[in-house]
Nanobody
Framework: QVYVEESGGGLVQTGGSLTLSCLVV????????LGWFHQRPDQQRRFVASVHTDGRIRYSNSVKGRFTVSRGDRQDALSLTLQMDYLIPEDTGDYFC?????????????????WGQGTQVTVSA
């Protein structure tokens, strides 16, 4: 079993930046994929970005050129960082980190793997 925890959310003005961090501990050896998802109030959770051990780095079209995802692996933990630049009000919402095995391809409807509790981002106009 793995445990996922996000941090780094907050309030920022349009055009500003935030850095989100995700820490994954526990049985991390089988984990092959780490990803970020975004959920606006009353909307479904949507894929944002991911890093995979098979070399894939993926972004949703809405964040390409603005967000950068990076992964760090240690013997006892995995980390996933999301550098968010040029933020817009539409980026407001909760951001969740996912850890999964088996080289998944994340989609907006992805519901597998292990999830954190989320961290909240608010971008003011």
């Amino acid at each position: 079993q793995v445990y996922v925890e996000e941090s780094g959310g907050g309030l920022v003005q349009t055009g500003g930046s935030l850095t989100l961090s995700c820490l994954v501990v526990g049985d991390i050896l089988p984990v092959t994929a780490l990803g970020w998802f975004h959920q606006r109030p009353d909307q479904q959770r949507r894929f944002v970005a991911s890093v995979h051990t098979d070399g894939r780095i993926r972004y949703s079209n809405s964040v390409k050129g603005r967000f950068t995802v990076s992964r760090g692996d240690r013997q006892d933990a995995l980390s996933l960082t999301l550098q968010m630049d040029y933020l817009i009000p539409e980026d407001t919402g909760d951001y969740f980190c996912n850890a999964d095995t088996g080289q998944p391809t994340y989609t907006d409807s992805y519901a597998f793997g292990s999830w954190g509790q989320g961290t909240q981002v608010t971008v003011s106009a």
